[in-house]
């Protein structure tokens, strides 16, 4: 069997960009919490369509809830580069950047923050699931259109 990829788009790498974590010292694991999630991705596509890069950035926040006080909160970016090995010519490489990418990054990210926080004596960290189609159709400012 060839390693050699004929056509399509393979992942070349995924990298840490940033990674930063802070948690209070004291937290009262009796007190009920709130997670505050914002996901945001973004993506490039570079001449001639060879690669695409994409960037996926997560802020992640615990406070108490109905308070503003911050007990934990994280900062985690990955990129992503994808190599183009002659997709067809219908094939939507910008909706690709904006939903496949990030889909593909974003257990990367999940795992790092659940390490992260087992690291700092709490439970882990689960992101919950995400809609990437839902969310780029946000982030355009219109709706998918499910014909297509």
């Not at 930063?20 to 010292?25: E, Q, S």
């Not at 007190?31 to 490039?44: A, E, L, M, W, Y």
């Not at 889909?103 to 960290?125: K, Y």
Request: aromatic share 8%; hydrophobic share 40%.
């Amino acid at each position: 069997m060839s390693d050699e990829v004929k056509t399509g788009i393979t992942i070349q790498s995924v990298i840490l960009v940033e990674s930063n974590f802070k948690r209070k010292d004291i937290i009262d694991f009796q007190k009920k919490q709130s997670q505050t999630v914002d996901i945001r991705p973004s993506h490039n596509i570079a001449p001639g369509e060879k690669e695409i890069y994409c960037m996926l950035e997560i802020k992640y926040s615990t406070s108490y809830e109905g308070e503003t006080e911050i007990l934990v909160e994280a900062l985690i970016k990955m990129g992503g580069i994808f190599q183009n090995h002659g997709v067809p010519q219908d094939f939507d490489l910008t909706k690709f950047g904006a939903i496949n990418a990030p889909a593909i990054i974003f257990p990367f990210i999940r795992e790092h923050l659940s390490s992260l926080s087992v690291n700092a004596g709490l439970s882990p960290v689960l992101l919950p699931p995400v809609n990437f189609v839902a969310l780029a159709s946000q982030n355009s400012g219109k709706a998918e259109n499910p014909t297509k």
